[in-house]
């Protein structure tokens, strides 16, 4: 249907999910900085891409503050464990834009819907109707969500089409 349009579309191209089996505090002893389910989920989403993390043009990740921007962006392997705040690799323009509409807290964070924000601004980058937040020639892009302390992780790549 969206084909038909004549119009730019995106598509969701491979996705994946993992949950670690706890909510918040996990009581067996882990890495919480690790974020295991966000590992989980984007090895899970890329092999069903048919891609590698270095594929992707950005990045919109549910991120309620900068060091789970910084933590989630080292655990989907954007960006090597502990260079996850690397100087100006993930600002527009960078070798991957990471959260190009200023994240979960430049929109307010609304409740239930601040994971469709995050689809929403792919689609916006995808289909070239992102303004002065524009990646050029953006065509692979990944969106996580979570639940608890990334205890639980959706990824979703997702493919720009003509």
């Known amino acids: 249907m969206a084909k038909a349009t004549g119009k730019p579309y ?25 974020f295991v389910a966000a590992q989980s989920a984007a090895t899970t989403a890329y092999a069903d891409a048919g891609i590698a993390p ?3 043009d950005l990045a919109e990740l549910y991120a309620p503050c900068t060091i789970i921007q910084v933590l989630v ?12 705040a ?26 239930y819907v601040t994971g469709l924000l995050t689809i929403f601004e792919l689609w916006e980058q995808l289909t070239g109707r992102a303004g002065a937040r524009q990646v050029p020639n953006a065509r692979l892009a990944a969106a996580s969500c979570e639940l608890g302390n990334y205890n639980a992780a959706l990824i979703h790549i997702l493919e720009a089409r003509e």
């Open 10 to 34: 995106a598509l969701v191209r491979g996705r994946g999910f993992a949950h670690e089996g706890a909510h918040q505090i996990n009581e067996v002893p882990n890495d919480m900085t690790a």
């Open 54 to 56: 270095g594929d992707l």
């Open 73 to 84: 962006s080292e655990a989907m392997q954007l960006l090597p464990r502990g260079r996850g």
């Open 86 to 111: 690397a100087a100006g690799e993930t600002k527009l323009g960078g070798r991957i834009p990471i959260c190009t509409s200023g994240g979960c807290l430049s929109r307010g964070h609304p409740s």
